[in-house]
């Protein structure tokens, strides 16, 4: 917080004489700034750059004529952190709308792995599924590795965590650019097994290529998909669990 004197108005000058107006009280939201999924913004303690989820909760402390500052409030990424954008990217991508209750997906294997040609990937053998969601459906693959390393997520009631950080070291841009208005290629979430708070390194994401992931084939049903699930929290988890994942296997 800058120091200085509080005049009446209820604004503080600093020690370098900027005006600035304290918000204790005002609570806003993030929104994308990339299509990518995420809102790059600027630590103050350390001038870092970090990115920031979707409807992730912050608290206007201050803002003077150049930017506004906020402390991360929920998540994962710098959490009790003070950030800051400038006033007009404030203004753009953060908003009073928080996320509505806890989401719930459920997911149901698809016969035995079977083989199928990816324009992206090629020939890959896949274990299929279908994920409904919000009255929808889309069709994904649990597991494209059959080395021994990775197995399909298991039935059960698993926890869907929200986004850890920016997954765009694994490229999607291919599905991005071959899927008008895709949004959140970037966006992958964390799933924990059985319930757990612990991230599984298993994540429901995009792509054509599942290691145990819930991937989603079918490019042209991630958008609602992310949108649905980003727009969700569980009541009381400090903005850390979506909700849940029921996966079944009744083959």
């Not at 700034?33 to 350390?46: D, F, N």
């Not at 409807?55 to 800051?84: H, L, Q």
């Not at 765009?168 to 290629?185: F, L, V």
């Not at 429901?204 to 145990?212: A, K, T």
Request: charged fraction near 20%; proline fraction near 4%; aromatic fraction near 8%.
């Amino acid at each position: 917080m800058a120091t200085g004197r509080v005049p009446a108005t209820g604004q503080i000058v600093n020690d370098r004489g900027t005006l600035g107006t304290i918000h204790p009280n005002e609570i806003k939201y993030t929104r994308r700034a990339e299509p990518s999924g995420w809102l790059t913004v600027k630590l103050s303690g350390s001038g870092k750059l970090v990115s920031l989820c979707e409807y992730t909760r912050v608290a206007i402390i201050r803002r003077n004529n150049e930017r506004t500052y906020f402390k991360i409030m929920d998540g994962y990424v710098s959490t009790g952190e003070e950030a800051s954008l400038s006033r007009l990217n404030a203004e753009l991508y953060l908003n009073e709308m928080g996320p509505a209750g806890a989401a719930l997906i459920n997911v149901e294997y698809l016969g035995v792995p079977t083989e199928e040609a990816s324009e992206f990937k090629g020939k890959l053998k896949q274990q299929w599924g279908s994920l409904i969601f919000n009255n929808e459906n889309a069709r994904v693959t649990l597991n494209s590795d059959w080395n021994g390393k990775f197995s399909a997520i298991p039935p059960g009631i698993h926890t869907i965590l929200a986004p850890d950080y920016s997954h765009k070291n694994i490229s999607t841009q291919g599905y991005a650019q071959a899927t008008p208005n895709m949004i959140g290629n970037d966006v992958w979430f964390p799933i924990g097994l059985n319930g757990s708070m612990s991230n599984s390194s298993r994540y429901i994401h995009v792509g054509h290529i599942s290691d145990g992931c819930v991937t989603v084939y079918e490019l042209k049903k991630w958008a609602a998909l992310y949108s649905y699930l980003i727009s969700h929290r569980a009541p009381g988890a400090a903005g850390k669990i979506i909700g849940k994942l029921i996966v079944k296997d009744s083959r």
